[in-house]
């Protein structure tokens, strides 16, 4: 059985994305990592920090973002696909530049692979999902917030990226533009891995945040509006356990407490954030203590296997 790793990535210094710490979470299951590095701005050095990691595993690939061919999110998913399409392996696994495996769970991720490479009915592997927000202390269970997603995918030409690179599907006779289609598009069959994606997309300084609301905006050329603010954080979840051996970099230099709120008292400039707004607020309530933890009408993109 063969692994690799894929990624994409532009800016990630910009961006305060631990994309070192994510691609040696991975390093130790593959057997490669691909990686398609977007031409950087001119003061980021994400190409170097790449570099640093010194593996003979890894492979760059140098790319160009084109935000008019493939708009509204869409060049994620092609520069995903990218790096995709150069992958060797029998299972694929995608990281992106925010995202980090625990090594506590390399066993359980790489015996899971081996068992069911067997079965083609296995098209895909999901994560359970950790989205740290704020601080690396909390993490959200909000209504709206995805609990599980795929990974892994088997090394198949008709699968791809989908939408803004969240997840993927099955596109025969893909055009290689459109990653929103839905027509003529398949759910994937996926298993439970039974591990967790640490997501540290939302742990970010408040300037970086602003800086991530640019790149958004130019991106989904959406109009983004007013400064960021993470909102009272006392409404969220406190994490009890450890973070991948990776992170201790990132969690050492945390430094932006002051500028948080940790009460469960809304300012005025915060009512406007998603987890603050009562009606998303009651729907938590009622999935966290009624449902288990089960999302109101919570779709998701693949088909759940028990196997």
Avoid at 268 to 289: A, V
Wanted: with cysteine.
């Amino acid at each position: 059985m063969k692994i690799s790793g894929f990624s994409f990535v532009k800016n990630a210094s910009k961006l305060y994305l631990p994309i070192k710490a994510s691609i040696e979470s991975v390093l130790p299951l593959v057997d490669e990592f691909v990686i398609a590095v977007g031409d950087n701005d001119p003061d980021d050095n994400t190409r170097e920090i790449i570099e640093s990691i010194g593996s003979n595993k890894i492979k760059i690939i140098d790319t160009v973002w084109d935000y008019n061919k493939y708009p509204r999110g869409t060049e994620f998913a092609h520069q995903t696909d990218i790096a995709k399409e150069a992958c060797h392996g029998d299972w694929l696994f995608y990281i992106q530049g925010d995202e980090v495996i625990h090594e506590k769970d390399h066993d359980t991720i790489y015996r899971r692979c081996e068992q069911l490479l067997p079965n083609k009915k296995v098209e895909a592997l999901f994560f359970k999902w950790l989205h740290f927000y704020g601080d690396y202390q909390h993490y959200q269970i909000s209504h709206g917030w995805y609990k599980n997603e795929i990974r892994i995918i088997r090394n198949d030409p008709d699968i791809h990226s989908w939408r803004d690179a969240q997840s993927f599907r099955r596109i025969p006779n893909f055009d290689g533009v459109n990653y929103r289609q839905e027509k003529n598009t398949y759910k994937l069959h996926a298993a439970p891995v039974g591990a967790y994606i640490y997501h540290y997309g939302w742990v970010r300084p408040l300037k970086y945040q602003m800086r991530k609301k640019e790149e958004r905006k130019a991106n989904y050329h959406k109009k983004e509006v007013g400064d960021f603010t993470y909102g009272p954080l006392g409404y969220l979840k406190k994490f009890d356990g450890t973070h991948p051996k990776w992170m201790k970099e990132w969690l050492d230099k945390f430094d932006w407490g002051g500028d948080l709120n940790y009460s469960r008292t809304i300012h005025p400039h915060e009512k406007d954030i998603k987890h603050c707004r009562l009606k998303y607020r009651l729907l938590t309530c009622i999935e966290q203590n009624i449902l288990g933890g089960r999302g109101i009408a919570e779709g998701e993109n693949f088909i759940r296997l028990k196997v």
